[in-house]
Nanobody
Framework: VQLVESGGGLVQPGGSLRLSCAASGFTFSSYGMSWYRQAPGKERELVAH????????TYADSVKGRFTISRDNAKNTLYLQMNSLTPEDTAVYYC???????WGQGTQVTVSS
């Protein structure tokens, strides 16, 4: 199993970013996928989850209406579209496959003016 995140960076408050997670080593379309984040000094928290076959989504209350999780099963890629970003969204964002308890290396998102 391999997960490679990309798309993080520095963005001003109110801005947007789209994270990507390229997956390999397993049948991507068959499994649910999640995005987690960990801010400095805080525990890692679930941001969003999407199921495998039907693409049902769930979100943390803190990101509902601002973030959108999606997947392209043909490209074996998971996405997280993040809009209306605030400094509280600053964290390392991780891609995660619950079925295999496997994490990506993470990508830093910093929201600052």
């Amino acid at each position: 199993v391999q997960l490679v995140e990309s798309g993080g960076g520095l963005v001003q408050p109110g801005g947007s970013l789209r994270l990507s997670c390229a997956a390999s080593g397993f049948t991507f379309s068959s499994y649910g996928m999640s995005w987690y984040r960990q801010a400095p000094g805080k525990e890692r928290e679930l941001v969003a989850h999407i199921t495998g076959n039907h693409g049902y989504t769930t979100y943390a209350d803190s990101v509902k209406g601002r973030f959108t999780i999606s997947r392209d099963n043909a490209k074996n890629t998971l996405y997280l579209q993040m809009n209306s970003l605030t400094p509280e969204d600053t964290a390392v964002y991780y891609c995660y496959v619950p079925r295999f308890t496997f994490w990506g290396q993470g990508t830093q998102v910093t929201v600052s003016s």
